[in-house]
């Protein structure tokens, strides 16, 4: 599902599923990992769904809809995100990021430390599943959004 189109509305679904029983949210090279992980737990019985998000910004200017059809917000969501952690709480339950400052080295050896794998992807997916099983799952979207601008005060 990937192209110049879908890029341009800064988030995508890559691979969608009827029902999905998780979400996984991701940009840049962490895409094929989450493509990856949804074949393994495809075989688990685990519906998938696979959300591109290249531009936070440009998805937000998105109307309500699109955004509501890309990431429902009462699907647990996983974000896989190698950069950092900072704004995706917005979009997801829980993250597996980068949650700290300083590390170097070889990006495969550095990805395998911190959960950037298939094999740790499907197994925090089947957590997060496994967590929300028999429970509402919070939706991301009901929340205030407020315009920092409004008023000169933002918070009226």
């Not at 990431?71 to 900072?86: F, H, S």
């Not at 089947?126 to 967590?131: H, I, M």
Request: net charge neutral.
């Amino acid at each position: 599902h990937s192209s110049i189109q879908n890029a341009l509305k800064g988030g995508y679904v890559a691979i969608d599923t009827h029902e999905p029983h998780i979400i996984l949210l991701a940009t840049g090279a962490e895409v094929g990992l989450c493509v990856e992980t949804a074949k393994q737990l495809a075989c688990d019985g685990i519906k998938t769904k696979v959300v591109s998000m290249p531009c936070l910004e440009l998805f937000t200017i998105q109307t309500m809809d699109y955004q509501q059809r890309t990431l429902p917000g009462n699907v647990p969501t996983l974000l896989v995100e190698a950069a950092a952690v900072g704004g995706w709480a917005r979009y997801s339950h829980a993250q597996i990021a980068v949650k700290r400052f300083g590390m170097s080295g070889k990006g495969p050896d550095l990805f395998k430390k911190f959960g950037f794998t298939v094999e740790s992807i499907t197994r925090k997916s089947k957590v997060l599943v496994d967590f929300y099983t028999g429970k509402t799952v919070p939706d991301l979207n009901l929340r205030p959004d407020f315009d920092c601008f409004e008023n000169g005060e933002g918070d009226h």
